[in-house]
């Protein structure tokens, strides 16, 4: 029995269809894994013994695969959610403990038949967009380890499309999971925060944190998303009208019109070939029938500075501000940086910004309707890893022009590719609409972007 040439769930499925066993699968796995160290390291800080892995599917085997929707899929996690049997440090090992009880959407996950292979490396305590602030060692772009992977999802992203896993569980806050996707040519789903449950997870911003989808394909991203989501059990990490989310790529409402910022507001820090990347592909639009509207992204970018650079910080600091002052030797020095300045940020600050924050909010639902949505590079610049060990917080910051908005707007997103630069690297776009419009933006990635058309991840022989 050949084993499946991408870890796409329909191949998977197909695979145990027709005999396959899951224990050469995973095998197969592991010896991936091993393998791509030399040239992908520091893609896990801690991965499941193959021994243990055995046991599970020996557990598992004793029902079939039509009997668990996600029966015999591996996945990963990032190391700042919860997975019973299984540290948690969120890349700091001073931080480590060992939880009683997987996160919910791990154990729901888990219970439907997928099984875990281990938790991925990230920025420490989710502090970064771009990969490398982990004491693990930074985590390179699967295409290019001259590039940065994208954080703070970045070992999520990663073993996703290095084809180690079928998807990872990452999170997302400002931008961490959808900027790893598209510098490793995977989809990257940011459900409407407050849908999926983030109990279990190490928080970062803990009022607009959730957890985020890696994957192959739409398809397989929102079919993960749906079975992670949990409406019916009482939780405090939901938001109130959490039964209004839907996961599906069923028929939904033709899009009217997509928006797009002016030419005047766009930037891309100097890196002209991605300007012309996105440019080309909002004429291909607009020339295809689709309605391109423009508008005025100051209001969006100003949203995005109280996140990182504003008295939200004051949220991050909430969560791990205490460990970090009293961990200050087992911290990196970035992290703590950027954690100092909530000390400068009084309570008249936050309760202005939250005021800020609804006037801004306003101003996007004048823009866009159930029926249409926004289009924005998922990222402006290209990075090397050098560039980004000489200047970690101003190219950090430019990596997130598009991105850290989002959650604070309330909006739904998913980060498609769409191509690639002239040097091999992938370029991607994320589309975001209004909350609880995750299957729309799904449903236009596939029937009009074609993604699921497209082979994602690093090909593998």
């Not at 499941?48 to 029902?63: G, M, T, Y």
Request: contains cysteine.
């Amino acid at each position: 029995m050949s084993l499946p040439s991408s870890l796409v769930l329909e191949s998977i499925r197909l695979y145990y269809q027709k005999g396959g066993s899951p224990f050469e699968l995973f095998d197969h796995l592991y010896r991936r894994i091993s393998l791509d160290q030399q040239e992908h390291g520091n893609v896990w800080i801690s991965l499941r013994k193959q021994s243990d892995i055995h046991s599970v599917l020996e557990r598992l085997i004793k029902s079939g695969p039509t009997d668990l929707p996600l029966w015999g899929i591996p996945f990963s996690v990032k190391d700042n959610i919860d997975v019973l049997d299984l540290p948690t440090t969120a890349a700091c090992p001073a931080f480590s403990y060992l939880p009683e009880q997987s996160a919910t959407v791990v154990s729901k996950l888990e219970q439907a038949g997928a099984v875990c292979l281990g938790k991925t490396n990230l920025d420490q305590f989710a502090t970064g967009l771009n990969g490398t602030r982990s004491p693990y060692g930074p985590c390179t772009s699967a295409f290019n380890s001259d590039f940065i992977s994208g954080g703070s999802s970045s070992g999520s992203a990663v073993s996703v499309s290095l084809h180690q896993v079928c998807f990872s569980i990452g999170t997302d806050t400002g931008g961490s999971g959808r900027i790893p996707a598209s510098l490793n040519n995977v989809v990257g789903l940011k459900p409407t925060c407050g849908t999926l449950s983030t109990e279990g997870l190490v928080p970062c911003c803990p009022s607009v944190d959730c957890p985020s989808v890696f994957a192959l394909s739409v398809a397989d991203a929102i079919e993960v998303a749906s079975i992670a989501l949990d409406s019916e059990r009482p939780d405090a990490y939901l938001r109130s009208d959490v039964q209004r989310s839907t996961f599906s790529l069923a028929p939904d409402d033709s899009v009217a019109s997509i928006l797009a910022p002016s030419d005047d507001d766009l930037e891309f820090f100097g890196n002209d070939e991605g300007k012309s990347l996105y440019l080309n592909f909002l004429c291909q639009l607009d020339q295809s029938g689709l309605e391109l509207k423009r508008f005025d992204f100051a209001p969006f970018h100003e949203a995005g500075n109280l996140l990182f650079d504003g008295p939200f910080i004051a949220d991050r600091f909430s969560s791990i501000g205490e460990f970090v002052q009293s961990n200050q030797s087992s911290v990196l020095a970035t992290t703590s940086t950027i954690l100092s300045k909530a000390t400068t940020v009084s309570g008249s600050d936050v309760f202005k910004a939250l005021d800020r924050i609804k006037r801004l909010k306003s101003y996007v639902q004048s823009l866009v309707g159930p029926d249409s949505l926004f289009i924005f590079p998922t990222l402006a610049p290209l990075y090397t890893l050098s560039q980004l060990l000489e200047n970690p917080v101003d190219l950090n910051s430019n990596i997130g022009h598009y991105s850290y908005f989002a959650n604070i707007l309330d909006m739904s997103a998913l980060s498609v590719p769409i191509g690639f630069y002239s040097n091999g690297m992938p370029f991607g776009v994320t589309l975001m609409g209004l909350p609880f419009r995750d299957s729309f933006l799904a449903q236009f990635a596939v029937s009009v972007l074609g993604v699921d058309n497209l082979s994602l991840g690093l090909s593998r022989s």
